[in-house]
């Protein structure tokens, strides 16, 4: 068991996201074991403390909010320098569709090229604090080659399983960092059994999507870093493209805390929160108007957004209580409107977004055009990743 004695984390516990069990903060939790749901980290919020006494300034990754991180020992810290990517006003694409605030944060511009470094450097920290002998992740692309780089860099080994048709740089650039690569035919969904068959023992930290309570942790750093760079004033709409959706879940979990801390007033307005889907795989649009119960059978095809093809995501209920929360809304995008998207963005702001962020575009100009945005909101895009990666779905596709 770990002690926190000499830790700045204010860290104090974890518990069941669906009937609130306290666990353990101080030893190795997975999900919890009362309804084999999320875990969620709590921390002592219970003293004010400004923002300027908590955010160590000097740093300028993501580990700037080390205090409200799990991470208790700073010798295990394992960092490429991810996170405070730049939010980029998009005067050009907004001022012709008469937006008058259009912008986007660029995860594409963090260490190995998405969002997934910000989870992923925190899960591998926490796994080296914690002493497991490696790692295991079921893989759309992106955060395999993270979970690769940074069991790279911490000296962990790394299992990544990945669909067979992942575009080839994602493979290439795990089998670069060192990774051992198995190829699935199918979705995540199966390469997800497949990890169970292969870490029956537990022997390895599975860290599949909210299979453990860290890689939510290092993702809400993107709601710190919205606030802080928008000077403690948050966008009316924020739009994400949703896949696992443990960005979506942590960016709201960011919100919550800073309200808890001060740093937000308690009726400060929140943002309407829109989770971003592919057309071909949109398991949370059928849950949340109703077509289905939950994602447990749903099917879903493989798409140009490979981070979206997640058919069965288990923060599918945290993602809803979100969407409730901030009386926001689900979109889903077919695969030639994100082409549009990547298009509009790259040839009026000179940006080249995953399709993921060509998604979240597209699923703006069609609130606005239905009335669910409005000209004068402030709207805020989630770029997940740079589009050199996905040069195998998109080559030859740069023209309408």
């Known amino acids: 068991m770990l002690v926190a004695t000499s830790s700045i984390s204010h860290l104090r516990a974890l518990h069941c996201s669906v009937c609130a069990t306290p666990y353990s903060a101080f030893e190795l939790q997975r999900v919890s074991a009362c309804c084999a749901a999320p875990l969620v980290a709590d921390y002592d919020t219970s003293e004010y403390l400004p923002p300027a006494a908590v955010i160590n300034a ?32 998009l005067p050009r694409l907004g001022g012709g569709y008469g937006l008058n605030s259009l912008l986007l944060k660029d995860e594409g511009q963090n260490p190995t090229g998405s969002f997934k470094a910000r989870g ?18 079921p893989t759309a692309g992106n955060a395999g080659v993270a979970l690769a780089a940074y069991c790279a860099r911490a000296g962990l080994p790394a299992t990544v399983v990945m669909p067979r048709h992942t575009p080839d740089a994602f493979k290439e650039e795990c089998y670069w960092y060192g990774a051992d690569v ?109 077509r289905q119960a939950n994602c447990h059978a749903y099917q879903g095809r493989p798409t140009l957004a490979n981070g979206l093809a997640v058919p069965h995501p288990l923060g599918e209920a945290l993602m809803l209580r ?24 790259g040839q009026q702001e000179g940006l080249f977004v995953a399709p993921e962020g060509g998604a979240v575009w597209m699923a703006a100009r069609r609130l606005l055009a239905s009335g669910w945005l409005q000209p004068h909101e402030q709207i805020l895009l989630l770029n997940t990743g740079s589009a050199q990666k996905y040069l195998d779905n998109v080559i030859g596709r740069s023209q309408a």
């Open 58 to 89: 000097a740093d300028s990754s993501m580990w700037r909010y080390g205090a409200l991180l799990p991470l208790l020992d700073e010798r295990y810290k394992v960092t490429l320098g991810e996170g405070f990517t730049p939010i980029i006003p």
């Open 120 to 137: 992923l450097s925190m899960a591998v920290s926490k796994a080296l604090e914690l002493g497991v002998a490696g790692c295991i992740i």
């Open 182 to 290: 198995e190829l699935v035919d199918g979705l995540i969904s199966d390469c997800g059994a497949r990890v169970r068959q292969r870490n029956a023992n537990g022997a390895l930290l599975d860290v599949s999507t909210l299979k453990e309570p860290y890689r939510l942790e290092g993702k809400k750093t993107m709601g710190y870093e919205i606030a802080e760079q928008l000077n403690w004033q948050l966008p009316d709409v924020l739009l994400y493209p949703a896949g696992g959706g443990t960005g979506l879940i942590g960016i709201w979990k960011a919100f919550r805390e800073m309200q808890a801390l001060g740093w937000l007033t308690p009726d400060a307005k929140l943002p309407r929160m829109v989770a971003v889907q592919a057309e071909n795989c949109c398991p949370l649009l059928e849950t949340y108007e109703g």
């Open 322 to 345: 979100v969407l409730r929360e901030s009386n926001g809304t689900v979109v889903a995008i077919s695969e030639e409107d994100m082409l549009a998207g990547m298009r509009e963005l």
